[in-house]
Structures are given as C-alpha cells and as structure tokens.
C-alpha cells in the first residue's frame, strides 16, 4: 500500500478500489528501478483493440491483487517516451517489467492467459514446491507443466535452468525433492525431468548424459525436449501462441473449425475435431517426433495460411520450416485414420503437392490477400471509421499501411473479421 500512496502525487489512480489499475505517467521511468515487478499494459485511446481489452485487464488487476505484482497502465499518446523506452511498436502492448528488464506478453489476451504470465515471470524460472498437496493440486489442475525430482545439480539440472529461463513467459516449470514428489512420478532414475499433461506423465529419456557427452550436447538436447514438450498433444492453435508452436519446427497440422464467440462449434464440426483427436492421441508414439497436432478455432487464421478462404471444416498441415502448407484431398468425412496415416506419410516423404511457401511472389500475394480482406472486412465492420482513418494525416495512414501490409500474418487483426461473418448469418 505504501507503493500507492507513493504514487497518488505523481498519477492519479482511475476509479481506485473499482479496477485496481494504476494509470502511470512518464515519471515511471524514474521510479521503476525500486518499486518492485510491475506488469504494464501500453495503450492509445484511439484503439479499438484496447478498449475490449480493458474490462479483461480490470479483472487481471483484480486477480493479482493480492500478489507482489503491481498493475498499471500508460497512455502512450500523452507519455510517448514510455513507449520509446520500452521499444511497444503496437497497441495494446502487455510487458512485465522488473528493474532494468521487460518482457513482453504474446499470448492470448484472456484473463487467464495473462495472469499466469504474470505470475509465471514474478518468480525465478524454476519454482520450488515444497508440499506434496501442491504438487497433487498442480496434477488435478490439468494445467500442462514441467517437473524436475532430484538434487539441484548437475547437467540435467544446469540444462533445465537454462531452458526454463528462456521459455518461462510460456510455461510453468517447477522443482522438487524425491520426499515431496514420490507419490506423484513413475520415472524410474533420479535425477528426473518429466512433463505432465493431458492427465499423463512423460519424462524425459537422458540417454545422453548417460553416454558422457559435453554439456552443450545435454543442454541443447534438454531444450529441444523442453521446446518440442510444452504444447499440448493436441494443442489449441491461436494467433497467440502459433509461433510459438513453429518454433518446434515440427509438421504442424490442424483441424480447422469455426467457433462462435461463445467458443461453441457446430455438431458437424466438432465431430470432424474430436475424430482427428482421438487419432492423434492414440497414435502419438508414431507421429510425435515429426509432427505437432492441433485444431483451429478461428478460420480467418487458417485460411491466411492457405490463403484462400476453404469451406469447413478441413485438416491443413503447415511445414514449420518453410511454410509450405499440405491439404488433402479428400472430403472431411473421408478422413479416416488410414487415409490420415497415408496422407501424413506422403508429406513426411515429400510426394504429397506443396503449397505456398516463403518465396517472393507467394509472400507478396499472402499480403495481398491479407490486405484485401483486413481492408475488406474493415470497411464492413465500420465504414465511417475506416472512412475516418484513411482521411486522416499521412502519419498515421503509413501507421495503418504498415500494420496492414507489414504485420507479420499470425499477428493480423481478426475482431474485424469476426464482424463480418457476424453481419453473413
Ligand atoms: C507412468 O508411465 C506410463 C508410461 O510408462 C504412463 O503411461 C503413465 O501415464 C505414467 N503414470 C503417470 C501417473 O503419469
Ligand atoms: C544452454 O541452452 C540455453 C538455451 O538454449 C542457452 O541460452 C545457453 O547459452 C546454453 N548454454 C551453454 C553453456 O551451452
Ligand atoms: C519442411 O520442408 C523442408 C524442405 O523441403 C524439409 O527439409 C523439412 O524436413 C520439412 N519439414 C519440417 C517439419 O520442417
Ligand atoms: C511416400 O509414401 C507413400 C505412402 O506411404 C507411398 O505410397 C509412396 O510410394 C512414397 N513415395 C516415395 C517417393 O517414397
């Protein structure tokens, strides 16, 4: 408390009690360095975005209240040097910062997604648990995480410190004793690293460190299980964590769904995502080391991979590598499990046609589809806004060219979208 009162003089506190928000100013930048982890959301007035995300980091704020974690806000138009210290190139930006160091959040922008964000980089990159209540309470919570058993020394140990505090805006990785973890791990040698998801436990095979090798063979052996481990078996893909899944530099392939805004998906659809699933878990030991499945809730993602608009639901493999993408050719309802197998297997042997890719003229009409529909759909979503924008000075017309033309597509703006199929129905 003593924090805010500090702070009352140098900001004003927006309906206190209410949303537990600070809203700073550039003095920040003079006090930042001694008031403890701050997580601080970058906004401009004028963006739509931010304004749905405000109600949601209220209920962040609320969240964490009672945490060692400060929550504030800045209005980059009236502190703009705040933006310029903390590099924001886009709106709404979510960073921690602690001290000399930010980071910042790419994931969903969910209440949940944010918060554990927040909590995951408020301590070190490896938490300790100390009772075996918690551990059970983590395992119960279905939450995916990683766990080491054993001394805290040695290679596996220096590896996976290494690991964690790279991924830890991702994941949650923790450590415990054998006294504490025993009831709760079927790994068969210590020290052990496994990961829990899906109600299962996989542990990490060392058949490295038991032949001697060098500690920058283990370490990056380590981060590669860590990497390739942290999704799900059959993952949800976002615009917020898709590159992240990349970064497994596996085949990734999803089925592709619509969802409405209550996350709800028609009977047809869902029946079309819960078989391709039940083929994934059941054949997981076959495709896991080549292959990352998952599904796609929103279409507009997809189909800016295909770059094409794909009637639904269909199954679209991305090569993570190349960005070349695979569509089969069969009907949805033909997708058995052999016809998957045989599909996956011409991908894996390179005889299945390609699409797409990296190249020049494909990334030039990726934009170009890209731009048509953001526009497109932006002018159906409000044209007097859209009217608006592009009357508006030249300064802010390179802005909007740019976040069209130059964002990268898994971060293109999709409520836009949402709207228009709203406006279809
Ligand atoms: C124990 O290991 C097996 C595989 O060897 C695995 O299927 C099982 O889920 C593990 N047990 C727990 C509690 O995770
Ligand atoms: C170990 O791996 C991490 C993560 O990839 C890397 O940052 C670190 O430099 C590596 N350390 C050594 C000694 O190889
Ligand atoms: C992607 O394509 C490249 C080039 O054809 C290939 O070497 C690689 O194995 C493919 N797979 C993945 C998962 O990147
Ligand atoms: C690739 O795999 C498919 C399916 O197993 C097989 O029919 C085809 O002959 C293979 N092609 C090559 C070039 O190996």
Request: charged share 20%; aromatic share 14%.
């Amino acid at each position: 408390m003593v924090l805010v009162l500090f702070f009352l003089p140098l900001a004003f506190v927006l309906s206190a009690e209410a949303s537990r928000v600070l809203e700073l100013s550039d003095k920040f930048l003079e006090i930042r360095k001694d008031s403890g982890h701050w997580l601080v959301m970058f906004y401009a007035p004028w963006c739509g975005h931010c304004k749905r995300l405000e109600p949601v980091y209220a209920h962040v704020a609320q969240a964490l209240y009672r945490t060692s974690i400060n929550v504030g806000k800045v209005d980059c138009t009236r502190f703009s040097s705040l933006a310029t210290e903390f590099s924001v190139r886009s709106f709404p930006t979510i960073k921690y910062i602690r001290d000399t160091e930010h980071q910042t959040f790419t994931g969903d922008r969910t209440k949940e997604e944010i918060v554990s964000f927040a909590l995951r980089m408020a301590g070190p990159p490896i938490q300790d648990i100390k009772q075996s209540e918690k551990l059970q309470s983590l395992i119960m919570s279905n939450q995916l995480f990683f766990l080491y058993i054993g001394e805290k020394e040695g290679s596996l140990w220096d590896s996976y410190y290494y690991g964690a505090s790279k991924l830890q805006p991702y994941s949650f990785f923790y450590a415990a004793n054998v006294g504490v973890a025993k009831l709760y791990s079927n790994a068969s040698q210590l020290p052990s690293l496994s990961v829990y998801k899906e109600g299962k436990q996989y542990t990490y095979i060392d058949t490295i460190i038991e032949s001697q090798a060098d500690f920058a063979t283990i370490n990056e052996s380590v981060y590669k299980w860590l990497n390739e481990e942290r999704f799900e078996t059959f993952q949800k893909v976002t615009r917020g964590n898709i590159n992240q899944i990349l970064q497994t530099k596996k085949y990734i392939v999803m089925a592709v769904v619509e969802e409405n805004k209550l996350f709800q998906i028609s009977k047809e659809m869902e029946e079309f995502r819960d078989r391709i699933k039940a083929i994934t878990l059941k054949k997981r030991d076959k495709y896991h080391k080549h292959f990352q499945f998952g599904w796609i809730g929103s279409p507009e993602l997809a189909n800016s991979i295909a770059m094409s608009v794909l009637p639904l639901p269909y199954l679209l493999v991305l090569n993570s590598t190349t960005n070349h993408h695979y569509i089969p050719e069969d009907e949805p309802s033909q997708l058995t499990e052999e016809a998957i197998d045989l599909f996956l297997e011409q991908i894996f042997n390179q005889s299945a046609p390609a699409y797409g890719g990296n190249s020049l003229p494909v990334n030039l009409y990726r934009t170009y589809f890209e731009a048509r529909t953001t526009l497109g759909e932006m002018w159906w979503g409000n044209p007097v806004l859209t009217t608006l924008l592009f009357g508006l000075p030249l300064g802010f017309l390179s802005l909007i060219i740019y976040s069209v033309c130059c964002a990268d597509i898994m971060d293109a703006e999709e409520e836009e979208e949402q709207l228009l199929h709203k406006k279809e129905e």
